[in-house]
Every structure is written in structure tokens, then in C-alpha cells.
Antibody, heavy 120, light 109 residues
Framework: QVQLQESGPGLVKPSQTLSLTCNVS??????????YNWIRQYPGKGLEWLGY???????GYNPSLKSRLSMSVDTSKNQFSLRLNSVTAADSAIYFC????????????WGQGILVTVSS | EIVLTQSPGTLSLSPGERVTLSCRAS???????LAWYQQKPGQAPTLLIS???RRATGIPDRFSGSGSGTDFTLTISRLEPEDFAVYFC??????????FGQGTKLEIK
């Protein structure tokens, strides 16, 4: 059974960098069969897809965040990461990692989510 | 970017009733690449339907999806108590960004 688990700080100061990691178990990122995504959910419940990363390191980002967003993958640890810089209160949300297939980008497995608050 | 509009925002229903949720896209969703998710409080969304009508593994057959082009629906034929939740649609037919609707909340009447 595939499981994803987010980790990282729950509180980030404005203008700083938000860094999160997603650990994948029950399947190898190196299989090459899936993209690994970050999605966030605002307090008002809206969902926003942030981007994906492939085991090779290739990425696809939401254009609205492209200038502030980067993702990386560590296949030796079977995990992938997100960095979002210059954060503001508007970046406060629950951040989920989720799996999708490259050609059909619906999300079949999700992590439980991690609440990140941007505040001084 | 494709905007998905779900209606209604909230529905108050009783167990045993039939319900149809709507998801309308601002542009044609290529290949009917439209998914539906269920989300319960404090949990991540769960995939129900992909490709507009294909039930995900383990999803009961009381859930069905239909539609094409810009208009899609999710039908629950007979509401069970565990079906009261928030439902989201998501399109993946166009180049990023992949977008979600704002959700429909099903509440117990």
C-alpha cells in the first residue's frame, strides 16, 4: 500500500522560505511510473495544484508560482521536497503531497497534509 | 487556465436520497479528463472518479460520473451516512495548471 507523508515546520516567518518534504513508502519513486505533486488547500477549502516532479528531476510548476517555487527529489531516500520562497500570509494553507501518472494527472494517493502558517 | 464552477455550494439532504452534483468548465476539458474527489473533515481528498466516469478502486457503485465537454456530473444514487462530505472536481485535460472546482458540501438535513 502506497503511503505519502509530509514533514516540515508548521510556522514560517513572512519573507522566508517554506520547505517541506514528502516521504513515499510502499513504492519506489525510481520506478518512473508516476509524477509526485504538491497541492495546497486554503482555509476556505479551495485547492491549488502547485507542481510536480519526476524521478529524473524534471518538473512542472503552476505558472502563478513559478518564480518562487522549486522542487527536488532524493531517490536514495525515496522522498521529494518543495521550497517556496518569499512567503506571505497568503501562503498559509494545508500542504499535501500526492501521486499522479504522467499522462493522466489525477491524484490517486495523497499524504495526510501539513498545516503551514506564515506569521511573524 | 480552465476555471471549474461547482453547484450548488451546499446541499442539505437525507440518507437514502439521490443527489447529482454539477461541475462546469470554462473551456472544453480535453479527453474528458475530469476527476471527482470526496473530502471529509481533517482528511485528504479521496479519488472517486477519473476520466469523467471511471470509478477508482474500491469506490462503491452508488457513485457514478458522467458528462463531456464542459458539463460534468457526479451522482450518488442512494446517500449513505458516510457520504456527507465535500466533493471537488478537477480537470487534467489541459497543460498546467491542473485546476479544481471550489467544492460542494453535502450536509445532513
Amino acid at each position: 500500500q502506497v503511503q505519502l507523508q509530509e514533514s516540515g515546520p508548521g510556522l514560517v516567518k513572512p519573507s522566508q522560505t517554506l520547505s517541506l518534504t514528502c516521504n513515499v513508502s510502499g513504492g519506489s519513486i525510481k520506478s518512473g511510473a508516476y509524477h509526485y505533486n504538491w497541492i495546497r488547500q486554503y482555509p476556505g477549502k479551495g485547492l491549488e495544484w502547485l507542481g510536480y516532479i519526476y524521478y529524473s528531476g524534471s518538473t512542472g510548476y503552476n505558472p502563478s508560482l513559478k518564480s518562487r517555487l522549486s522542487m527536488s527529489v532524493d531517490t536514495s531516500k525515496n522522498q521529494f521536497s518543495l521550497r517556496l520562497n518569499s512567503v506571505t500570509a497568503a501562503d498559509s494553507a494545508i500542504y499535501f503531497c500526492a501521486r499522479s501518472r504522467p499522462t493522466s494527472v489525477y491524484f490517486d494517493y495523497w499524504g495526510q497534509g501539513i498545516l503551514v502558517t506564515v506569521s511573524s | 487556465e480552465i476555471v471549474l464552477t461547482q453547484s450548488p455550494g451546499t446541499l442539505s439532504l437525507s440518507p437514502g436520497e439521490r443527489v447529482t452534483l454539477s461541475c462546469r468548465a470554462s473551456q472544453i476539458v480535453n479527453n474528458n479528463f475530469l476527476a471527482w474527489y470526496q473530502q471529509k473533515p481533517g482528511q485528504a481528498p479521496t479519488l472517486l472518479i477519473s476520466g469523467a466516469s471511471r470509478r477508482a478502486t474500491g469506490i462503491p457503485d452508488r457513485f457514478s460520473g458522467s458528462g463531456s465537454g464542459t458539463d460534468f456530473t457526479l451522482t450518488i444514487s442512494r446517500l449513505e451516512p458516510e457520504d456527507f462530505a465535500v466533493y471537488f472536481c478537477q480537470q487534467y485535460g489541459s497543460a498546467p495548471p491542473y485546476t479544481f472546482g471550489q467544492g460542494t458540501k453535502l450536509e445532513i438535513k
